[in-house]
């Protein structure tokens, strides 16, 4: 590959990361058949164009996404959210998604965005990368047992409440 790069992501990028995310929304749905879960829906693009640009770090808000360029066209994205564990005392990353354009996939390409990540939370001095794989993708399972021995840490369980569940949730304090 020639003319590759690496970085952060700014609110100018928010056309090309939602189109990296309309797609990543596509696979998803072949993967967790979200028709299940009414929760687990796409924004449109245009309020989501509009949500990134508001939302990213150079703008002043909590998005964060590693960008990958070939010959000046973002065609990956690595989207994370930085957290902080009490116990450790130290920022941790917690990577969302992943998504790399179909065209250069098999390339390594994904590989090296994992490389560039980690390369930040060295850089930064996070002291965790955390990341969640659904137990049905299988193409993402082999990818992320390639990075890591213990991607699952089968000992621990992940939840997760969506906005729904957060309003039946948060009305069991009006009861």
């Keep these: 590959m020639s003319n590759v790069s690496f970085r952060l992501a700014t609110s100018a990028d928010a056309p090309s990361l939602v189109r990296l995310m309309t797609n990543l929304s596509k696979h998803i749905e072949t993967v967790e058949k979200p028709d299940d879960d009414p929760s687990i829906r796409p924004v449109p693009a245009v309020d989501l164009e509009q949500r990134l640009a508001m939302a990213a770090a150079d703008a002043g808000g909590q998005f964060q996404a590693l960008v990958v360029e070939i010959e ?3 065609c990956g994205a690595v989207f994370f959210t930085l ?3 009490a116990i450790m005392g130290e920022t941790c990353a917690l990577v969302r998604h992943i998504y790399v354009e179909e065209v250069v996939r098999r390339q ?3 590989s090296h965005l994992m490389i560039q990540v980690a390369q930040l939370a060295k ?3 996070w002291a965790r990368l ?3 794989v659904e137990r049905l993708d299988l193409e993402a ?3 992320f047992d390639k990075l890591s021995d213990d991607s699952f840490r089968l000992h621990r369980l992940n939840y997760a409440l969506d906005r729904p569940h957060i309003e039946v949730l948060a ?3 009006e009861n």
Aim: glycine letters at 10%.
């Design 72 to 74: 000046d066209v973002i």
């Design 130 to 132: 955390e990341w969640q």
């Design 108 to 110: 390594k390409v994904g």
């Design 123 to 125: 850089e930064q001095g």
């Design 83 to 85: 957290t902080y564990d």
């Design 171 to 173: 009305a069991l304090l």
């Design 141 to 143: 399972r082999v990818f």
